[in-house]
C-alpha cells in the first residue's frame, strides 16, 4: 500500500489534508475546529460542549429531522467531540456519497440553526453526560488527574459544570458559535478513495469563503499537582499517576512512548505482570500517553478494592520509577511488534486515517507519512531508550485517588 498525502490551504486560513486510500470503498473525514473547552468562559464550564450538541440540531435549509434523514440517505456514520483544543464533527460514508455528506456537515459549521425550542432537549443531553461521568468513577478519576497535571484551562472537562450548565442561554450558545467557529486554524482532513482534486473543488466551494473567526487569545493558569483524593463510600478506590513526558512534536516522543509501551501495551506488560498477574492487587492497570501541542503527560490507572489500595499505589509507583533503568531486547520486540500490527490496522480504516493526519497536521505542522513512522520504530534500540529514560527518569507525581480513604503517597523520584 502506498500513501498519497496531499495538502491544500485557502486563503481564509483552512487546511485541507487528503489521504488516498485506493484500497478502501469508503471515505472519512474530520473536521477539526479551535472551538474547544480551553475557550469556555471560567462561569460557563460545558459551553463548549453545549454549542458542538446544538449545533447538530438542523443547519441552513435543513431543520433538526431533515439534518439526520439527509445523513441517514448518504449512510454517514456520525461522530463529535470537543477536547480542551478543538470541536470536531467526523463521518464516514461509500466515497461516492462523500460530496453529500461533506455539504451538509459546511452547513452545521457555518449554519447552524440553534433551534430555541430544542434548547432544553440539548440541555437535557449534556446533563446527561455529566450524570453519566460522575457515576464512572475511573473516569472521574483520571480526569481529575488531568486537571490536577495540566495548567488551567487544559485540564478541563469538556463537559463542564452542571450548575453552568444549566445556566446557559441560546444568546450565549450563539455567541460562542460567532467567535470561535471559523476557517483560521480548522483542519478538514479526508481519508478514502477518493480524487484530491475533485476533493479540493468542494471543500473550495463549500468553506472557501468561510469568514475567519476573531478568537480570543488563551492565557494559562497555574497548575495545581500534588496530592488530591476525591471522597466516595466504596469498596473500590481508584488510583491515577501523572508524570510530565515531552510532548507529541518532540523528537524524543518515540524514545518516551516506547517506554510507556514496555508498562502498558499488552499482557506481558510491566503494569499488568507486576501488579495484576503476580500480586494480584487490582482488577485493572495501564499507564497511557497524552499530548496537548507544547506539553505531555503518562497517564497511569489502577482499579482496586480498598483494603489493597495502599500497596497497589506503592508497588505501580514502583514500576514507574524502575523504569528509569532500562528495558530489555525481549521487551522492546514485543512493542515494536504491536507498533506494527496498529499501523498497520489503521491503514485499513478510512475514519482512523482521517483523525490521525488531522491530529499530525496540529501537532506537527505536516502530516507524518507511515513510511517515517515505521523508520522511527524499526530504528528504536534499547540503548536510545535507555539513553532518554536515564536523562528523563518518571517522577514528581501527580496523585489523584478515589475512594473512601486518603492513602500515604510519596511524590518524588525515590
Not at 269 to 284: A, D, I, M, P, Q
Not at 312 to 336: F, H, N, Q, Y
Not at 351 to 377: C, K, N, Q
Amino acid at each position: 500500500m502506498g500513501q498519497d498525502i496531499n495538502v491544500h490551504q485557502f486563503e481564509n486560513g483552512l487546511t485541507l489534508l487528503v489521504e488516498v486510500m485506493d484500497w478502501v470503498e469508503s471515505a472519512g473525514f474530520t473536521i477539526t475546529i479551535p472551538a474547544g473547552c480551553a475557550r469556555d468562559p471560567v462561569d460557563k464550564l460545558g459551553l463548549a460542549n453545549f454549542t458542538n450538541e446544538m449545533a447538530q440540531r438542523g443547519c441552513g435549509d435543513l431543520n433538526s429531522r431533515q439534518f439526520i434523514e439527509s445523513l441517514d440517505r448518504l449512510g454517514a456514520d456520525r461522530s463529535a467531540s470537543v477536547t480542551q483544543v478543538s470541536s470536531s464533527f467526523a463521518a464516514a460514508t461509500l466515497a461516492d456519497n462523500l460530496p453529500g455528506v461533506l455539504e451538509v456537515y459546511s452547513k452545521l459549521a457555518r449554519a447552524p440553526l440553534f433551534p430555541e425550542e430544542q434548547l432544553e432537549d440539548g440541555r437535557m443531553v449534556c446533563i446527561q453526560e455529566l450524570y453519566s461521568f460522575a457515576d464512572d468513577l475511573a473516569n472521574r478519576c483520571i480526569h481529575t488527574l488531568k486537571h490536577q497535571s495540566y495548567p488551567s484551562p487544559w485540564g478541563r472537562l469538556a463537559i463542564g459544570d452542571e450548575e453552568h450548565v444549566e445556566g446557559i442561554t441560546l444568546a450565549e450558545i450563539q455567541e460562542f458559535h460567532r467567535q470561535h467557529y471559523g476557517p483560521n486554524g480548522a483542519i478538514i482532513s479526508v481519508a478514502g478513495k477518493v480524487d484530491f482534486e475533485k476533493v479540493k473543488a468542494d471543500v473550495a466551494r463549500l468553506f472557501g469563503d468561510w469568514k475567519q473567526a476573531d478568537r480570543p487569545a488563551i492565557t494559562d493558569g497555574p497548575t495545581p499537582r500534588g496530592y488530591r483524593h476525591i471522597e466516595h463510600d466504596s469498596s473500590q478506590t481508584h488510583i491515577g499517576i501523572a508524570y510530565d513526558a515531552v510532548p507529541y512534536r518532540h523528537p524524543d516522543y518515540f524514545q518516551s512512548r516506547g517506554a510507556v509501551g514496555v508498562l502498558s501495551d499488552g499482557m506481558s506488560s510491566r503494569l499488568f505482570t507486576e501488579v495484576r498477574e503476580k500480586r494480584g492487587l487490582c482488577y485493572t492497570v495501564f499507564a497511557s500517553y497524552h499530548s496537548l501541542k507544547d506539553e505531555g503527560r503518562i497517564i497511569t490507572y489502577a482499579g482496586t478494592t480498598a483494603d489493597r489500595a495502599q500497596e497497589t499505589l506503592d508497588v505501580a509507583s514502583a514500576e514507574l520509577r524502575k523504569i528509569a533503568s532500562g528495558i530489555d531486547e525481549s521487551e522492546l520486540r514485543r512493542l515494536k511488534a504491536r507498533v506494527r500490527s496498529a499501523l498497520i490496522m489503521q491503514q485499513e480504516v478510512s475514519t482512523a486515517r482521517s483523525s490521525a493526519i488531522a491530529a499530525d497536521w496540529f501537532h506537527l505542522g505536516r502530516v507524518r507519512p507511515m513510511d517515517e513512522v515505521s523508520s522511527i520504530i524499526d530504528g528504536l534500540t534499547c540503548e536510545s531508550v535507555n539513553k532518554f529514560l536515564s536523562e528523563n527518569p518518571p517522577g514528581d507525581f501527580t496523585i489523584v485517588t478515589l475512594g473512601a480513604e486518603p492513602l500515604e503517597v510519596s511524590l518524588g523520584v525515590s
